[in-house]
């Protein structure tokens, strides 16, 4: 797929048909996801990934608006690494980007997908570093939940041209 189109037209997918990804696909989507830019060239990221329907179960517990989970073949918590970003700003920004690179791979490849925010709940935090026994210096900032589509949302235009200021505001 194009770069432009794939940009205009991801959207968030909440609904999966009951396919699964092939590790293939998810090595791709992992590593367009560590193409991203990031701050120093750091490149901070971690990458989690479940694919067993029982600790999506788990998952569901702790986020509890994620509900599309049950439906999805994985699940990628995205996290950012402080050891390797101290600075948390960048860190989020460094993960942020990351994880825009793994949604737009996900599109690419024909598959759905939805960002989830972890970050900066600090309940959801606390129970994913829990759940999944992440170190300290670990923060977990997103999740990506991936599956093939079982709906096919519109992508309506979104360039507003008075949100757009040249020069000057």
Not at 30 to 55: G, L, R
Not at 96 to 103: D, F
Not at 109 to 136: C, H, Q, S, T
Request: glycine share 4%.
């Amino acid at each position: 797929m194009e770069a432009l189109v794939a940009l205009k037209t991801r959207r968030s997918v909440r609904k999966y048909k009951n396919h699964n990804i092939s590790d293939e696909e998810i090595k791709e989507i992992i590593t367009c996801a560590m193409y991203a830019p990031s701050a120093f060239d750091y490149q901070p990221w971690h990458f989690m990934v479940i694919n067993k329907k029982e600790i999506f179960n788990d998952i569901f517990k702790v986020v509890t608006h994620a509900e599309m989970i049950k439906e999805a073949s994985h699940v990628i918590i995205v996290c950012g690494d402080k050891k390797l970003e101290e600075n948390e700003g960048l860190l989020i920004q460094d993960i942020s980007a990351a994880t825009e690179n793994l949604l737009l791979a996900t599109h690419s490849l024909g598959l759905g997908a939805v960002w989830i925010g972890i970050y900066p709940f600090n309940e959801i935090i606390k129970g994913i570093k829990e759940l999944f026994r992440f170190p300290d210096k670990i923060i977990p900032v997103s999740m990506v939940v991936i599956g093939y589509p079982a709906e096919k949302p519109e992508h309506p235009e979104r360039y507003k041209r008075d949100k757009v200021h040249f020069n000057r505001w």
